[in-house]
T-cell receptor, first 117, second 111 residues
Framework: GAVVSQHPSRVICKSGTSVKIECRSLDFQATTMFWYRQFPKQSLMLMATSNEGSKATYEQGVEKDKFLINHASLTLSTLTVTSAHPEDSSFYIC?????????????FGPGTRLTVL | GNSVTQMEGPVTLSEEAFLTINCTYTATGYPSLFWYVQYPGEGLQLLLKATKADDKGSNKGFEATYRKETTSFHLEKGSVQVSDSAVYFCALNDSWGKLQFGAGTQVVVTP
């Protein structure tokens, strides 16, 4: 149980285009989803927290107009990287929590490798 | 604020050797503590967790005990396999459920 999927697993795009990444909880309802960014050989950096049906809460320094997050249902959250540039190239990972309000355990997706040319 | 410190890698071991990865934390309140494992090119998998002091989390031969007095959550395995080669992350959660990760420790197990 507690499986989280991400799509696509890998995407290459041209500078200036927008890319949408989907995160789905397959066998449970996720009231809270988290989006992380990971640079090579580094730890995960939390970008934002999203709760179903409400606006995402972004961490300090993360541009909310650049990284649009939508959490329209209890099983799906999307991250859209708008007008992507090479510096946005990274590994993006989502996670989902099962409890409303306080989330004790997060289950992670397999990640999406974004390369912006 | 909260923070997690874990030993730097890479840690290189021979198969069947004993593995220890040190992790210490600073936190307000009483967080839950986690170890996650990341295999190359993949997301994170929950390895084990402990939710209160003196709890021992265990899974797949790995163990870690929540030590409040030393604010530690060291990961151990008695006999590693090549398949244990991965990056291991120690983490704690805050009162909002956000995870604070350590820097990660790469483990390389050679045959």
């Amino acid at each position: 149980g507690a499986v989280v999927s991400q799509h696509p697993s890998r995407v290459i795009c041209k500078s200036g285009t927008s890319v949408k990444i989907e995160c789905r909880s397959l066998d449970f309802q996720a009231t809270t989803m988290f989006w992380y960014r990971q640079f090579p050989k580094q730890s995960l950096m939390l970008m934002a927290t999203s709760n179903e049906g409400s606006k995402a809460t972004y961490e300090q320094g993360v541009e909310k107009d650049k990284f649009l997050i939508n959490h329209a249902s209890l099983t799906l959250s999307t991250l859209t990287v708008t007008s992507a540039h090479p510096e946005d190239s990274s590994f993006y990972i989502c996670s989902a929590g099962t409890s409303g309000g306080f989330t004790d355990t997060q289950y992670f997706g397999p990640g999406t490798r974004l390369t912006v040319l | 604020g909260n923070s997690v410190t874990q030993m730097e890698g890479p840690v290189t071991l021979s198969e069947e050797a004993f593995l220890t990865i040190n992790c210490t934390y600073t936190a307000t309140g009483y967080p839950s503590l986690f170890w996650y494992v990341q295999y190359p090119g993949e997301g994170l998998q929950l390895l084990l967790k402990a939710t209160k002091a003196d709890d021992k989390g265990s899974n797949k031969g790995f163990e870690a005990t929540y030590r409040k007095e030393t604010t530690s959550f060291h990961l151990e395995k008695g006999s590693v396999q090549v398949s244990d080669s991965a990056v291991y992350f120690c983490a704690l959660n805050d009162s909002w459920g956000k995870l604070q990760f350590g820097a990660g420790t790469q483990v390389v197990v050679t045959p």
